[in-house]
């Protein structure tokens, strides 16, 4: 497909999991990439292998995010980390981090990148959020929170940007076979002395219908279709991609 040919996308968190497969599926369909992340080999590999850009940023240095004007049709704000503990346990530095990294970021980034889009009557903005911006779980004060308010920002966004061409919609997964978690699976057949796969079935996703995790792939080819322009009247949704987790 080459329906995304003359366009700008940027990937945060670009260098691995999602952001790759995303980076990846906006390459394949023309478009020319950024692939933005602090880990700047991992990046500079995926963007070579794409025939893209590699962007090194801390995107927690919000002072700097603060001054940018992009020039990107697309915006794929995907970087997050994850962190479990009890809330009266969770440090209150990483609480704010990960607001930071998975709110704020988003809000300067998509702040950073309207005028351009504006300015031509078109803008694509994808924000990779979770089951958990819609559902809680125990243990994950930062992230159910962060994912909450990335929502939020992604549906201001849509009722501002509508009357310019703009659309911005959430793409919402379930477990996903990223690095971070299979460290999580084989942290949890560790700790609890049972096969990865009964972590899979009977921890992470027991409320799923579906009992495998998501391909980071999948997410990727959701996203592309969001970006482009069959999916213009597509916006201020968030698409559920979690096994029918939700449905319950």
Request: aromatic content about 4%; some cysteine; glycine content about 10%.
């Given at each position: 497909?080459?329906d995304?040919?003359g366009?700008?996308?940027l990937?945060t968190?670009g260098?691995?999991?999602?952001?790759?497969?995303?980076a990846?599926?906006?390459?394949?369909r023309?478009a020319?990439?950024?692939v933005?992340?602090?880990?700047?080999?991992?990046?500079?590999?995926?963007a070579?292998?794409i025939?893209?850009h590699?962007?090194?940023?801390?995107?927690?240095?919000?002072?700097t995010?603060?001054?940018?004007?992009l020039?990107t049709?697309i915006?794929i704000?995907?970087?997050?980390v994850?962190?479990?503990?009890?809330?009266e346990?969770f440090?209150?530095?990483?609480f704010?981090?990960?607001?930071t990294?998975?709110?704020?970021a988003?809000?300067?980034?998509?702040?950073?990148a309207?005028?351009h889009?504006?300015a031509q009557?078109?803008?694509?903005i994808v924000?990779?959020?979770?089951?958990?911006?819609?559902?809680a779980s125990?243990?994950?004060?930062a992230y159910v929170?962060a994912?909450h308010?990335?929502?939020g920002?992604s549906k201001v966004?849509?009722?501002?940007?509508?009357?310019h061409?703009?659309t911005?919609n959430?793409?919402?997964?379930?477990?996903?076979?990223?690095?971070?978690v299979?460290?999580?699976?084989?942290e949890?057949?560790?700790?609890?002395?049972?096969?990865e796969?009964?972590v899979?079935?009977?921890?992470?996703?027991?409320?799923?219908?579906?009992?495998r995790?998501i391909?980071p792939?999948?997410?990727a080819?959701?996203?592309?279709?969001l970006?482009s322009?069959t999916?213009?009247m597509?916006t201020?949704?968030?698409?559920?991609?979690?096994?029918?987790?939700?449905?319950?």
């Open positions: 497909m080459s995304l040919m366009r700008k996308a990937v968190g260098a691995s999991g999602i952001g790759a497969a995303c990846r599926e906006l390459a394949a023309g020319e990439v950024t933005a992340d602090l880990d700047g080999v991992a990046a500079k590999a995926v070579h292998e025939d893209g590699a962007w090194i940023i801390d995107l927690l240095e919000v002072d995010l603060a001054e940018l004007r020039e049709d915006l704000n995907n970087a997050g994850q962190s479990v503990s009890p809330i346990e440090a209150p530095h990483r704010r981090m990960m607001q990294l998975m709110v704020e988003p809000f300067l980034l998509t702040r950073a309207l005028p889009m504006y009557g078109f803008g694509r924000n990779i959020s979770s089951v958990h911006g819609i559902r125990q243990f994950k004060v929170t994912k308010g990335l929502e920002l966004t849509a009722l501002e940007g509508g009357p061409g703009v911005s959430c793409v919402s997964p379930g477990y996903v076979r990223t690095p971070l299979d460290k999580q699976i084989a949890q057949a560790a700790a609890h002395g049972i096969p796969q009964e899979l079935e009977k921890v992470l996703l027991t409320e799923s219908a579906i009992k995790l391909e792939e999948e997410v080819a959701l996203v592309g279709w970006v322009d999916a213009g597509i201020g949704s968030s698409y559920l991609m979690d096994g029918g987790w939700s449905a319950r």
